[in-house]
């Protein structure tokens, strides 16, 4: 997990919706401040619960329901807290660290653009995919997309996302 930077080879430095995922943050959090510079500056963004909006909430529970023991959209995010990521980049020594919720709403003519959009662009969605295989996905996509249908309706859909954004001074 080590970057291939020296130390201090960068005045700014980002993870928009990786360092969330990653097996070990702290070293993560560790690597993102050591290739700064001193007063260089991170930011690091992460989901907060999907369970907030009612359409990505079903999202998740469908995925679940067709993939029973699959861990996927369970719980909250990681760094989805806006004190648990201030405290991880504290404690991998930034200072001045401030997190802010910023929000983001996707609109799509139909449940069926909207679950197209979310499978290709969704990071998790696309490593299930490939996990899966493109016929075993295919069934599952397909159920997916009924029970939204059965849920939503087949009209217009507004998806409403946030996240956190934590910036950090080294």
């Known amino acids: 997990m080590a970057l291939p930077f020296e130390d201090g080879s960068f005045d700014a430095a980002f993870s928009m919706f990786g360092l969330m995922f990653f097996p070990d943050r702290d070293r993560g959090f560790r690597e993102l401040f050591r290739v700064l510079r001193p007063g260089g500056r991170a930011v ?10 009612p359409i990505a909430a079903e999202l998740f529970s469908a995925i679940r329901a067709e993939m029973p023991g699959l861990p996927f959209g369970e719980g909250k995010a990681p ?3 806006p004190d648990e990521l201030r405290a991880e980049m504290e404690a991998a020594g930034f200072r001045d660290v401030s997190v802010r919720e910023v929000a ?7 449940t069926e653009e909207l679950w197209g959009t979310m499978r290709r662009s969704n990071a998790p969605l696309v490593l299930l995919r490939d996990k899966l295989g493109a016929e075993r996905w295919d069934e599952v996509a397909q159920a997916i997309l009924a029970r939204m249908r059965a849920r939503f309706g087949d009209g217009p859909q507004r998806l409403s996302m946030a996240a956190n954004l934590g910036t950090g001074t080294r």
């Not at 690091?44 to 909006?53: A, E, I, K, L, N």
């Not at 983001?104 to 139909?110: G, R």
């Open 44 to 53: 690091v963004g992460s989901w907060t619960p999907m369970d907030r909006d």
């Open 104 to 110: 983001y709403a996707m609109e799509a003519a139909s």
């Open 79 to 81: 760094l989805g807290d």
